[in-house]
């Protein structure tokens, strides 16, 4: 069975360092993999999206992952932290049949001033 | 717009008295589920409809129904709510499963005294 597994559940970063959110994947098939992020009080927004077709994927916000396969992550990073990233961060991975969508427990970030 | 709308946001209700969530997507999309939130646990699947009339149970089916007479309506319903389903639930959108990504709504808080 898919399932992801986040580490840490609680991130802070001061503005402007690195962001580095991780994710680890478990598939015995080659995973369509997603980070979602969520502002409060709303629903899920789509970051990006791992379909094989390129290893390092661009999302939205500046942020990026990369799909490692001889270590089975995802991690999600950005260079610089901005203010307004402050959020949860969910990794999901899709299943074998495309039936269901398996989610992490989710990531905390906080930005310090 | 592109959207998920699912209501009401905030519901308390007491044990036992039958309730219903509604959620409405206006992107034609195929492929349907409900997710329920809780700290510390992520999202966790209850149902999904891969199109009108097809459902299946997700990860935490028990004590939910749905249907999917409409392709665009997809309601959640409790039968006989107990404490146990206070959480916060959300429903999601996808053109097809296969494909991703999820589309989400805000969420609905519901609270079960």
């Known amino acids: 069975a898919q399932s992801v597994t986040q580490l840490g559940s609680h991130v802070s970063v001061s503005e402007g360092a690195l962001v580095l959110l991780r994710c680890n994947y478990s598939?015995?098939?080659?995973?369509?993999l997603f980070w979602y992020v969520q502002y409060p009080n709303q629903g899920l927004q789509l970051l990006l999206k791992y379909t094989s077709a390129a290893t390092l994927v661009k999302g939205i916000n500046g942020f990026e992952a990369e799909f490692k396969k001889s270590e089975t992550s995802f991690h999600l990073t950005k260079p610089s932290a901005h203010m307004s990233d402050a959020a949860e961060y969910f990794c999901a991975v899709m299943g074998n049949t495309g039936n269901q969508f398996y989610f992490g427990t989710g990531t905390s970030l906080t930005v310090i001033p | 717009e592109a959207q998920v709308t699912q209501n009401p946001r905030y519901l308390i209700t007491v044990t036992g008295k039958k309730l219903t969530v509604t959620c409405s997507q206006n992107?034609?999309?195929?492929?349907m589920s409900w997710y329920r939130q809780d700290p510390g646990l992520g999202l966790r699947q209850i149902y999904y409809?891969?199109?009108?009339?097809?459902?299946d149970k997700g990860d935490v089916p028990e004590g939910y129904k749905v249907s999917r007479k409409e392709k665009r309506n997809f309601p959640l319903i409790l039968e006989s709510p107990s404490p146990n389903q206070t959480s916060l639930y959300f429903c999601?959108?996808?053109?097809?499963?296969?494909?991703?990504?999820?589309?989400f709504g805000n969420g609905t808080r519901l609270t079960v005294t």
């Open positions: 409809s891969m199109n009108v009339e097809v459902t």
């Open positions: 992107m034609n999309h195929e492929y």
């Open positions: 999601a959108s996808s053109l097809q499963s296969l494909t991703g990504p999820l589309h």
């Open positions: 598939s015995s098939v080659p995973p369509y």
